[in-house]
């Protein structure tokens, strides 16, 4: 018994070392897609009425963070959204807002939001990312903001809706 008790005591330490290698970290709260698309509608209604009504557009709350490459960004991203760069770039300009990153399936933009939690940085990932996106037909925009129907994936290993043309390279 002593053994088994033993055994496993030491399989947690080796496991409690290495999370914070792999995965280890801030618990992150995520967003699912509906919930990005009614934040990205929501100011994008708002910057609308102030306009009709000659009055400043209202800053969101929140900023939406592509944090894929520079290939995969120049291909297409998600209406409203910036990259990492522009957001390294400009962070007091977001200071006070939540960042939700996203890549192509979560894992860079999870591993991102950590690193920004550390910060102290008021983050949340969108879990499923872009593939979640165009899996709800969403519209994606080159960065001069012209709709496109082209999709990095990173990898092909991934599917797309018939909707969108997949690119890899």
């Known amino acids: 018994m002593a053994t088994i008790v033993l055994s496993f005591l030491a399989s947690n330490e080796a496991h409690a070392q290495l999370g914070g290698l792999f995965g280890g970290g801030p618990k992150i709260e995520t967003v699912d897609t509906s919930t990005v698309a009614e934040m990205l509608a929501s100011q994008r209604a708002a ?49 006070g807002r939540v960042v939700i990153p996203y890549c192509t399936v979560g894992g860079r933009s999870g591993a991102y939001a950590k690193q920004l939690a550390k910060e102290n940085v008021s983050v949340k990932n969108y879990k499923g990312s872009i593939l979640k996106w165009i899996d709800a037909e969403l519209p994606l925009v080159t960065l001069d903001g012209k709709p496109t129907h082209r999709v990095h994936t990173y ?13 890899t390279q």
């Open 155 to 167: 990898s092909d290993r991934y599917k797309v809706p018939s909707k969108y043309e997949q690119v």
């Open 47 to 95: 910057e609308k009425e102030a306009k009709e009504a000659g009055k400043p557009s209202p800053a969101a709350n929140f900023v939406l963070v592509d944090v894929r490459s520079e290939a995969e960004v120049n291909v297409s991203v998600i209406p409203g959204a910036i990259t990492k760069r522009e957001f390294e770039q400009n962070r007091e300009k977001y200071s």
